[in-house]
């Protein structure tokens, strides 16, 4: 089992749709979840952070965590072609160490 | 500059080679990071640095490689006798402060995208 799951996709939603990436996690001393962007042969980029169970808003992007299932996931709302890309969840367990998921491909259809 | 720099962008080696992988880091930024992505994958933690000190290279594949940053600020990934498989592209990221409370943000660079032949 990997450290950090997620399904690569491609998830493919319409424009202006909802959508739903998620993340599943194995060490349950995992402190810190990360989600990041990664455009086609460019460097990923952080886009939301959450550390404590339940919901953060930050426009149109929802990060939510629930440590008890040890699952993140990143909603995206009003989804335009310009969020298409690569998800990657990172997953920090109190030090500088990172353990990055494969990354979910979101296309979104105009 | 504004960001993380690396250089080269591009690197095409023959198998056997030796190869160097440099890295400039914010200005200022404590703590630096070394990745290795392969195609399809995330990031894949090779070593990290504060300041001038290697505090971790469990990440590193082999003996063939090998980082340093000798004044804390540039850094340097060399893969010596390159193979096939190391194949990827090579991320380096930096954040303000170590990462003791796991919450500073890590700042990517553009990577090197390292094909060996």
């Known amino acids: 089992q990997k450290e950090v799951e997620q399904n690569s996709g491609p998830l493919s939603v319409p424009e202006g749709a909802i959508a739903s990436l998620n993340c599943t996690y194995s060490d349950r001393g995992s402190q810190s979840f990360f989600w990041y962007r990664q455009y086609s042969g460019k460097s990923p980029e952080l886009i939301m952070s959450i550390y404590s169970n339940g919901d953060k808003e930050d426009g149109r992007f929802t990060a939510q965590l629930n440590k008890a299932s040890q699952y993140v996931s990143l909603l995206i709302r009003d989804s335009q072609p310009s969020d298409s890309a690569t998800y990657l969840c990172?997953?920090?367990?109190?030090?500088?160490?990172?353990?990055f998921g494969t990354g979910t491909r979101l296309k979104v259809l105009a | 500059g504004a960001g993380v720099s690396q250089s080269p962008r591009y690197k095409v080696a023959k198998r056997g080679q030796d190869v160097a992988l440099r890295c400039d880091p914010i200005?200022?930024?404590?703590?630096l990071f070394w990745y290795q992505q392969a195609l399809g994958q995330g990031p894949e933690f090779l070593t990290y640095f504060q300041n001038e000190a290697q505090l971790d290279k469990s990440g590193l594949p082999s003996d063939r490689f090998f980082a340093e940053r000798p004044e804390g600020s540039v850094s340097t990934l060399k893969i010596q006798r390159t193979q096939q498989e190391d194949s990827a592209v090579y991320l380096c990221?930096?954040?303000?402060?170590?990462?003791?409370?796991?919450?500073?943000?890590?700042?990517f660079g553009p990577g090197t995208r390292l094909l060996v032949l």
């Open positions: 990172a997953v920090n367990r109190g030090t500088y160490k990172y353990i």
């Open positions: 200005s200022g930024h404590v703590s």
């Open positions: 990221a930096s954040s303000l402060v170590r990462l003791g409370g796991n919450r500073e943000t890590q700042y």
